[in-house]
T-cell receptor
């Protein structure tokens, strides 16, 4: 158990809908990262938040957005869903200090868009 | 642009043998190289990591070898066991604050046969 929690575990929805994925980082970790894992694209970095502020952006679609709240949990919002958005979405957390890049991954949310 | 290339895509090793997975990177700014292990339906779990100031790091049966001049690093699993059967990902990141996102290789599916 990495100490990172994600909900829900599974999500099935229809095209055009909007969903919210939730992540709670390990106790004491200030950074939250979102990654997408799909068969054709592998593990891809989406976005990073550090202590409530957006820190880095990767290949995140404009239909996707995220935020980190004062209690450090994070939410990833996916809107206008398409079939191609079906994937595993992972959240990872790290302390992000002094060059320590150890990232610990949650169990993921499996999103299926029908 | 794939910045971390991983091979082989799949690997079958006999129990007790040595499993070797290789990665090559392009960005010389990378300075943190972790390996992750992922079982089906689970999130990636940090296995072992290395920084470029050392050429080898060993933790139990797992060893990372690092060749800075060749921009390559590899994972060696000694005395491979059936429980090691999983998908392994190499990754790389830049250590400075705000650049900790992980760039992953494409993964190697390792199968240990009795």
């Amino acid at each position: 158990d990495s100490g990172v929690t994600q909900t829900p575990k599974h999500l099935i929805t229809a095209t055009g809908q909007r969903v919210t994925l939730r992540c709670s980082p390990r106790s004491g970790d200030l950074s939250v990262y979102w990654y997408q894992q799909s068969l054709d694209q592998g593990l891809q970095f989406l976005i990073q938040y550090y202590n409530g502020e957006e820190r880095a952006k990767g290949n995140i679609l404009e239909r996707f957005s995220a935020q980190q709240f004062p209690d450090l949990h994070s939410e990833l919002n996916l809107s206008s869903l398409e079939l191609g958005d079906s994937a595993l979405y992972f959240c990872a957390s790290s302390h992000s200090s002094g060059g320590n890049n150890e990232q610990f991954f949650g169990p993921g949310t499996r999103l299926t868009v029908l | 642009q794939q910045q971390v290339k991983q091979s082989p895509q799949s690997l079958i090793v006999q129990k007790g043998g040595i499993s070797i997975i290789n990665c090559a990177y392009e960005n010389t700014a990378f300075d943190y190289f972790p390996w992750y292990q992922q079982f089906p339906g689970k999130g990636p779990a940090l296995l072992i990591a290395i920084r470029p100031d050392v050429s080898e790091k060993k933790e139990g049966r797992f060893t990372i070898s690092f060749n800075k001049s060749a921009k390559q690093f590899s994972l060696h699993i000694m005395d491979s066991q059936p429980g090691d059967s999983a998908t392994y990902f190499c990754a790389a990141s830049i250590g400075n604050f705000g650049n900790e996102k992980l760039t992953f290789g494409t993964g190697t599916r390792l199968t240990i046969i009795p």
